[in-house]
């Protein structure tokens, strides 16, 4: 799936790579930097209850107008028992800002519609830029399993899969674990569906050797330069009718990202349709009519 990595590494450090163990160990090195304690947590303040407080939060929360918009555009919802389960896991974590998983529904309604309105897909290509936990993916995946259709997501991230990290989530509180053991109970859609790749979305997206990608979910940098550059991977390789969603749709506190998807959408190529959450989240669903 990724071409050979000589020519980048010749291009990046001037010199000639010419083992696969030493572009190997150039590869990873770019990302130590995320192998230790990324999310800052410090252990002996790790509270499974706080989570569970947390949890019970936001799920107490109910946006019925996004919804109800999401159902009456795409007509599919996930289940909430299992969005708030793997929310738990991924998306319940310690911050500043509100904890919202609306997206969940968002992407599982989307991709829900258009496998109902593309029959005659055997098998699907699905993009992702920002794992992180691996709860939008695993969003995806549950929407391919209940249509009991084929496919393959492809989600990118600098955090590695295999690594034991403190996650700044509820598991914390069992250890370190890999993303992979955090996400055990989903292991059976992973295994379906689910390739972790490692990277920045710049390096990996040039290495990605994919003619089409029918659904895709952006979400890695949040600003106007890493977005444009995903945008415009995605729209090359996307044929009519073919989708792509967009996190972090929010002037006030995103304007890169409102700039690069109005930028987008300008010439036509793509009807875009928002679903405001509120004031501070919002996503841009875009369908390619030409």
């Known amino acids: 799936m990724l071409k050979n990595l000589k020519a980048t590494f010749v291009n990046r450090f001037g010199v000639a790579v010419n083992t696969q163990e030493h572009r190997q160990k150039v590869w990873q090195s770019w990302y130590t930097h995320f192998d230790d304690n990324p999310f800052g947590v410090r252990p002996a303040e790790i509270s499974r209850q706080a989570y569970l407080d947390l949890a019970a939060e936001v799920q107490g929360r109910v946006y019925p107008a996004f919804l109800e918009a999401v159902d009456a555009e795409f007509g599919f919802l996930p289940e909430k028992a299992f969005v708030d389960e793997l929310a738990l896991a991924t998306q319940v974590v310690v911050k500043k800002s509100q904890l919202l998983y609306m997206h969940g529904y968002l992407l599982y309604g989307a991709l829900r519609n258009y496998l109902q309105a593309h029959p005659e897909l055997y ?45 700044n989530c509820i598991c914390d509180a069992e250890g370190q674990k890999t993303r992979l053991q955090l996400l055990e ?106």
């Open 123 to 167: 098998s699907v290509n699905i993009l992702e830029t920002g794992t992180a936990r691996g709860f939008s993916a695993l969003c995806m995946a549950k929407a391919l399993a209940d249509a009991d259709r084929a496919g393959k997501i492809v989600t990118l991230d600098v955090l590695h899969a295999r690594k034991p990290l403190y996650w």
């Open 185 to 290: 109970p989903w292991q059976g859609l992973l295994d379906c569906y689910v390739i972790f790749l490692r990277g920045y979305t710049d390096i990996a997206l040039s290495q990605l050797e994919w003619p089409r990608v029918h659904f895709a979910f952006l979400d890695s940098g949040h600003d106007y330069t890493t977005l444009q550059m995903e945008l415009a991977y995605v729209r090359a390789r996307q044929q009519s009718g073919d989708v792509v969603v967009c996190d972090d749709y929010t002037p006030a506190q995103f304007p890169g990202v409102v700039q690069a998807v109005d930028e987008f959408l300008a010439d036509g190529t793509y009807t875009g349709q928002p679903f405001m959450v509120d004031e501070q989240r919002g996503y841009m669903y875009m369908r390619k009519t030409k």
